[in-house]
Nanobody, 117 residues
Framework: QIQLVESGGGLVQAGGSLRLSCAAS????????MGWYRQAPGKQRELVAA???????TYADSVKGRFTISRDNAKNTLYLQMNRLKPEDTALYYC???????????WGQGTQVTVSS
């Protein structure tokens, strides 16, 4: 069973930065595709950034140039560096793991990011 634990969320002023972490266990981390999603109140969950096991990255248009996804396979950890934060980035941020051979998704419990104007 894959377990994902997010950390690093918090309250920050607009223009500030946060770094989210996702510690993974229970699988071969380096073989899995990983990503960050977010869900704001009253809105659907959306992809923020993703990175395949091979290192290919995808970003939502709204965060391009501000957010950077990275992974440390030795530490089984996924990161999301968020710079120049905006109030519209306020959401619950979830870590996602997709096992390529099965297509099954696993989710963390989420970490809250709140950006004040």
């Amino acid at each position: 069973q894959i377990q994902l634990v997010e950390s690093g969320g918090g309250l920050v002023q607009a223009g500030g930065s946060l770094r989210l972490s996702c510690a993974a266990s229970g699988s071969d981390f380096r073989a899995n595709d990983m990503g960050w999603y977010r869900q704001a109140p009253g809105k659907q969950r959306e992809l923020v950034a993703a990175m395949t096991s091979g290192g290919a990255m995808t970003y939502a248009d709204s965060v391009k140039g501000r957010f950077t996804i990275s992974r440390d396979n030795a530490k089984n950890t996924l990161y999301l560096q968020m710079n120049r934060l905006k109030p519209e980035d306020t959401a619950l941020y979830y870590c996602n793991c997709r096992v390529p051979w099965s297509g099954r998704d696993y989710w963390g419990q989420g970490t809250q990011v709140t950006v004040s104007s």
